[in-house]
């Protein structure tokens, strides 16, 4: 074991931690997730497998839950049948059941895409199905992740308290925007390793690529794409909240700033999941309206809409035609990104893990044996079918979470919780190579499934208490012996 420079992050968040408590100190677990490269303990003798920051306050959190009154029966009731975290149990165990025996029953019946170490670099190559440590390792991880959603999903259910929680989103951006412009600014005055400090894991680094002559905006993580991955998540929280709160100052602050984390991250998943997020959002937006008596707001916003638009699309299409570099731009990252050597080494990715799915029939070859692109592709590789199905299970019941009065706050910080879900996902769908949707993925599912159980037992009402006739007769100073 190894402490690193990042160390300090570590102590730091989980002293303030200890000292707010698990719901005012929410904030402090939330900012450690922008620190994605940031290793808080490492262990070199297991081949330099790191504890990240964000792990090591999530241990803290699950330890004061634990000096939470009734703790454990409110862990059983998140972990209730046919409740989001029921599905999700099931699944883990699933996961941890095929890491251990599915790679030695279909040892050499299949090929997998694994990472080979040459030369100082991490390359995918593929190799006869065997047990390795990535099995482990990789159920490590999910049980880890996952276990965001236990530890939120049961104090938000004891106390629905959700403006903690949108000081916190708000807290985590900026510091995910200040990682972010302080990693191209340092570029830019000529001090490229100015955030290696924080850069501490043991991932493969991926800090120095540069677009047509731009830095790639990473911030605080390994890589681009990760950077975009949570990149959008705030994005889709943070404009379901403007949209319920228009009027709030942070919220356009928020959004804004968002947008402009979106627009830089020059990922090409982001991209495209942000342009399927928002004609989904406007799809769920215009299907709850009352076309025949909107309120004169939401007519200004749809005229305004239906003006801007088509003034969008054109003025998109000119400056694409008309402005060299911006057409080169998009076509680098969009357009032609599927016929590059990555894209196509992407979508070889893809294709194996569905042939690993049917020689394994259908059961997966076990989680951290099968590398795919795209969450589907990689989820059915791993654990197969039937875990494929309970993890669905699991994300259904995280989107049909409601808060029980449906103007109040709890009820809009939910929803804005499970579109950041919905957007994360529909990335994940597009470039994840592992069942593991991310520790950022669980925090907002479990603040939203315990958000909203929270309110629905605080709005039940209290069962009447029997009047016991004993009771009844000593109230009145009669003896029921005489």
């Avoid at 003798?45 to 009154?69: E, P, Y």
């Avoid at 994005?235 to 928020?254: E, K, Q, T």
């Avoid at 991209?271 to 707001?297: C, K, N, S």
């Avoid at 993890?391 to 009065?405: S, T």
Wanted: charged letters at 10%; a positive charge; one cysteine or more.
């Amino acid at each position: 074991m190894q402490f690193v420079s990042t160390s300090f992050i570590a102590v730091f968040l989980c002293s303030v931690l200890l000292l707010q408590g698990p719901y005012r100190g929410l904030w402090a677990f939330v900012i450690s997730l922008p620190f994605g490269a940031a290793a808080a303990i490492s262990f070199p003798a297991v081949g330099g497998t790191s504890l990240l920051v964000s792990d090591i306050v999530l241990l803290v959190m699950m330890v004061q839950l634990f000096f939470q009154r009734r703790w454990f029966s409110q862990t059983l009731g998140t972990l209730r049948p046919y409740r989001p975290g029921f599905w999700l149990l099931l699944c883990l165990i699933g996961a941890v059941v095929s890491a251990i025996f599915l790679p030695r029953l279909f040892v050499g019946q299949t090929e997998v895409f694994q990472v080979v170490r040459y030369e100082d670099r991490a390359l995918p190559m593929l190799q006869p199905l065997q047990l390795s440590n990535s099995n482990i390792a990789q159920a490590f991880r999910l049980l880890l992740s996952a276990s965001a959603f236990l530890v939120l999903a049961t104090l938000y259910r004891l106390r629905p308290e959700p403006q903690h929680v949108v000081g916190a989103m708000a807290a985590a951006l900026a510091v995910h925007a200040a990682l972010g412009f302080a990693d191209v600014a340092s570029y830019a005055l000529g001090m490229p390793d100015l955030l290696s400090v924080i850069r501490t894991s043991g991932y493969q680094m991926l800090d120095h690529q540069m677009l047509l002559g731009a830095k790639r905006m990473v911030g605080g993580f390994p890589e681009p794409s990760s950077f975009g991955y949570y990149t959008i998540g705030l994005f889709g929280f943070w404009l379901r909240y403007w949209v319920g709160d228009r009027s709030n100052v942070l919220a356009i602050i928020c959004l804004l700033v968002g947008t402009v984390l979106v627009l830089r991250s020059t990922s090409s998943g982001t991209y495209a999941a942000v342009g399927a997020f928002m004609l989904i959002f406007l799809g769920l937006q215009l299907r709850h309206m009352h076309l025949d008596h909107l309120p004169p707001a939401q007519v200004r916003m749809l005229g305004a809409f239906a003006v801007l638009l088509p003034l969008f699309v054109g003025t998109a299409v000119l400056i694409l035609n008309l402005v060299p570099a911006v057409g080169e731009y998009f076509d680098h990252v969009l357009f032609s990104k599927l016929s590059s050597s990555s894209g196509v080494e992407r979508m070889s990715w893809n294709r194996q893990a569905f042939v690993n799915f049917w020689d394994t029939w259908t059961l997966g070859a076990g989680i951290g044996s099968v590398r795919g692109n795209g969450w589907l592709g990689a989820t059915l590789g791993n654990i197969g079918l039937v875990g494929t199905l309970l993890f669905g299970a699991f994300l259904v019941g995280v989107i049909r979470a409601r808060a029980v009065d449906h103007a109040s706050q709890q009820a809009l910080v939910v929803s804005a919780l499970q579109y950041g879900c919905g957007a994360v996902f529909l990335q994940a769908m597009l470039t994840k190579t592992t069942p593991n949707l991310g520790t950022e993925f669980f925090a907002m599912a479990g603040l939203a499934v315990g958000i909203a159980r929270g309110s629905e037992l605080l709005g039940r009402p209290m069962r009447p208490v029997p009047f016991r006739p004993k009771l009844r007769a000593e109230m009145h100073g009669v003896s029921l012996k005489s």
